[in-house]
C-alpha cells in the first residue's frame, strides 16, 4: 500500500512564525503536491513538484513556498505565517501512468493565531 | 480550460436509499476520472476511477461510468448505509498527465438511520 505520511495532525501557531509543513511518500512517486482545503472553496493546489529540486506554482502560491531535497519528502513553508492561512493543508503524491492516481495524507489542520 | 462541476450539497438521505450525485466535466482530449471520498477529519481517499469512454469504475457499491458523449462521470450507489456519510470530490486529470488533479467543489452526503 502507498503511504503519504504528512507529520503532524494539528498545528497552532502564530501570527509572523515560520511554519514548515513535512510530507513522505513510500513509493519513489516523482510528482507530489500540497493543497489546502476550505469550507466553500474546495481543494486549490499551493504548489506541485515534478522531480527532487523541481517545483511549480499552483494556482495560489503567494504566501508559500516548497522544498524538495529528497524525491521521498516535500515541504511547504510558511514564511511568515498569517491568520488566512488557517486552514486543512493536504499533501498528494502521483503514482503516474498507467494507474494515474494521487494518494493522499491524513492532513494537517494548521491554525495561526 | 480543464473544469468539473458537482451538484451542490448537502445531500441528505435515509439509510436504504438510492444515491446520485452528479458530475460533468471540461476538458481537451480523454482526461482519466476520479471519485475520491473525504470521511470527516480524514484526508482523501480514491473510491473509484475511470480512464477511458464506456468504463465503468467501482467499489464499494459505488459506482460511476464514463460517459464520453455527455462528459459525465455520475456516482450511484444502490443502498446507502450511515458510514457513507462524507464529502465526495470528483476529479479528473487532463491527458498531459503531470497529476495535477482538477477537482470539483465537493458534495456533502448525510445519511440518516
Known amino acids: 500500500d502507498v503511504k503519504v505520511t504528512q507529520s503532524s495532525r494539528y498545528l497552532v501557531k502564530r501570527t509572523g512564525e515560520k511554519v514548515f509543513l513535512e510530507c513522505v511518500q513510500d513509493?519513489?512517486?516523482?510528482?507530489m503536491f500540497w493543497y489546502r482545503q476550505d469550507p466553500g472553496l474546495g481543494l486549490r493546489l499551493i504548489y506541485f513538484?515534478?522531480?527532487?529540486?523541481?517545483?511549480e506554482k499552483g494556482d495560489i502560491p503567494e504566501g508559500y513556498s516548497v522544498s524538495r531535497e529528497k524525491k521521498e519528502r516535500f515541504s511547504l513553508i510558511l514564511e511568515s505565517a498569517s491568520t488566512n492561512q488557517t486552514s486543512m493543508y493536504l499533501c498528494?503524491?502521483?503514482?503516474?501512468?498507467?494507474?494515474?492516481?494521487?494518494?493522499f495524507g491524513a492532513g494537517t489542520r494548521l491554525s495561526v493565531l | 480550460g480543464n473544469s468539473v462541476t458537482q451538484m451542490e450539497g448537502p445531500v441528505t438521505l435515509s439509510e436504504e436509499a438510492f444515491l446520485t450525485i452528479n458530475c460533468t466535466y471540461t476538458?481537451?482530449?480523454?482526461?482519466?476520472l476520479f471519485w475520491y471520498v473525504q470521511y470527516p477529519g480524514e484526508g482523501l481517499q480514491l473510491l473509484l476511477k475511470a480512464t477511458k469512454a464506456d468504463d465503468k469504475g467501482s467499489n464499494k457499491g459505488f459506482e460511476a461510468t464514463y460517459r464520453k458523449e455527455t462528459t459525465s462521470f455520475h456516482l450511484e450507489k444502490g443502498s446507502v448505509q450511515v458510514s457513507d456519510s462524507a464529502v465526495y470530490f470528483c476529479?479528473?486529470?487532463?491527458?498531459?498527465?503531470?497529476?495535477?488533479?482538477?477537482f470539483g467543489q465537493g458534495t456533502t452526503l448525510q445519511v440518516k438511520p
Open positions: 476538458a481537451t482530449g480523454y482526461p482519466s
Open positions: 476529479a479528473l486529470v487532463p491527458p498531459s498527465n503531470t497529476g495535477k488533479l482538477i
Open positions: 513509493m519513489d512517486h516523482e510528482n
Open positions: 513538484s515534478y522531480d527532487v529540486k523541481m517545483k
Open positions: 498528494a503524491s502521483f503514482s503516474g501512468r498507467p494507474q494515474n492516481i494521487q494518494y
